[in-house]
């Protein structure tokens, strides 16, 4: 398996643009992670799907973000309209929930710069 | 919301001494779990330890759990030049029937100097 795959590696786009960031998880896995990193907040989870649906999207940080997750192999995160302090990598993850091993698979990120 | 906290913020130290970073969390929990992340890269699962279990190995990594302090501990013992990354405990958080949703500390940054 390639892993988890994440596009593009890194974006760099005007204040007020939509930005599309998207992820291919591992096959079979059933939960998707969709987690925002910074050097002033650290590793924050935006939002978390289990079979395609959306659990916990308790940090989103506004109506701005948005997520979809269509089937099991592919998601987006969206930002619209994008801001400087939106700046940051953001990265994907997935994993096999009810297995006895939940470890989380990584992509290597998205590098976001608004400007 | 944050859950996991680790201890030291960074840590210097030389190439084959022990390393010790802390962790310690909010909530009760399926399992807790260590990652790594070398700069501009993914994170990587180290090691899984779950809830009823008090201490793990793994090579040169050595984790314990004392869940009635909610703190965790991950020894990299004989450290190289190589382990040098940032650290990160996860938790898989037991609260609200959401197995499965990782909450990452902010890290701990481990320097080795050959």
């Known amino acids: 398996d390639a892993g988890v795959i994440q596009s593009p590696r890194h974006e760099v786009t005007e204040m007020g643009q939509e930005v599309t960031l998207r992820c291919k998880p591992i096959?079979?896995?059933?939960?998707l992670f969709w987690y925002r990193q910074t050097m002033m907040r650290g590793l924050e989870l935006l939002i978390y799907f289990n079979n395609n649906v959306p659990i916990d999207d308790s940090g989103m940080p506004e109506d701005r973000f948005s997520a979809k997750m269509p089937n099991a192999s592919f998601s987006t995160l969206k930002i619209q309209p994008s801001e400087p302090r939106d700046s940051a990598v953001y990265f994907c993850?997935?994993?096999?929930?009810?297995?006895?091993?939940?470890?989380?698979?990584f992509g290597q990120g998205t590098r976001l710069t608004v400007v | 919301s944050q859950q996991g906290e680790e201890d030291p913020q960074a840590l210097s130290i030389q190439e084959g001494e022990n390393a010790t970073m802390n962790c310690s969390y909010k909530?009760?929990?399926?399992?807790l779990q260590w990652y790594r992340q070398n700069s501009g890269r993914g994170l990587v699962h180290l090691i899984l330890?779950?809830?009823?279990?008090r201490e793990k190995h793994s090579g040169r990594l050595r984790v314990t759990l004392d869940t009635s302090k909610k703190s965790s501990s991950l020894l990299i013992t004989a450290s190289r030049a190589a382990d040098t990354a940032s650290y990160f405990c996860?938790?898989?958080?037991?609260?609200?029937?959401?197995?499965?949703?990782?909450?990452f500390g902010k890290g701990t940054k481990l320097s080795v100097k050959p």
């Open positions: 993850a997935s994993s096999l929930v009810g297995s006895t091993n939940t470890r989380a698979f």
């Open positions: 330890i779950r809830s009823n279990e």
């Open positions: 996860a938790t898989d958080a037991s609260y609200g029937g959401s197995q499965g949703n990782l909450i």
């Open positions: 096959s079979g896995h059933n939960s």
């Open positions: 909530t009760s929990i399926n399992n």
